[in-house]
């Protein structure tokens, strides 16, 4: 089975191409591996730099738990305190929304019944997202 892929020039000209770009040439500069990482008075070896990353986001994700909700009626009260309510932690922002019925549409077809029209907008629109928490 012979798997083909046509990447255009849109793709290469792309804001998210440029920026690999530059991580790559930063990469390039650190050379080949060994790689050694010191985290207090521990030394970690690794063979090349995927070993290394993974080490990282393990290591930053010790001691955290993380969950996730599809709305704030989900939480108890003190993570609702603790994550939204709190006054001091809290930040608010101000959302206008310029086209309501564009913006009544979309809310339809992302939190309406209909999983086809749902289905059809995401793959219409994911390439097209910036900044994603997952």
Same mark, same amino acid.
């Given at each position: 089975?012979?798997?083909?892929?046509?990447?255009?020039?849109?793709?290469?000209?792309?804001?998210?191409?440029?920026?690999?770009?530059?991580?790559?040439?930063? *990469?390039?500069?650190?050379g080949?591996?060994? $790689?050694e990482?010191?985290?207090?008075e521990?030394?970690?070896?690794?063979? +090349?730099?995927? #070993?290394?990353?993974?080490?990282?986001?393990?290591?930053?994700?010790?001691?955290? $738990?993380?969950?996730?909700?599809?709305?704030?009626g989900?939480m108890?009260?003190?993570?609702?305190?603790?994550?939204?309510?709190?006054? #001091?932690?809290?930040? *608010?922002?101000?959302v206008?929304?310029?086209?309501? /019925? #564009?913006a009544?549409?979309i809310?339809? /077809?992302?939190?309406?019944?209909?999983?086809?029209?749902r289905?059809?907008?995401?793959?219409?629109?994911?390439?097209?997202?910036? +900044?994603?928490?997952?």
């Open positions: 089975m012979t798997r083909q892929t046509v990447i255009d020039l849109t793709l290469l000209e792309s804001p998210e191409i440029h920026e690999l770009r530059a991580i790559q040439g930063e *990469l390039a500069e650190l080949e591996g060994p $790689y990482v010191h985290s207090g521990k030394r970690h070896a690794f063979n +090349n730099l995927r #070993e290394v990353k993974d080490f990282v986001l393990a290591s930053g994700r010790e001691g955290q $738990y993380i969950q996730r909700y599809k709305g704030l989900e108890n009260p003190e993570q609702l305190w603790e994550t939204t309510m709190n006054p #001091e932690t809290r930040t *608010l922002l101000q206008r929304v310029d086209d309501l /019925v #564009e009544d549409d809310f339809t /077809v992302l939190m309406g019944d209909q999983v086809e029209p289905r059809e907008f995401i793959e219409n629109n994911a390439l097209k997202v910036r +900044n994603l928490d997952v």
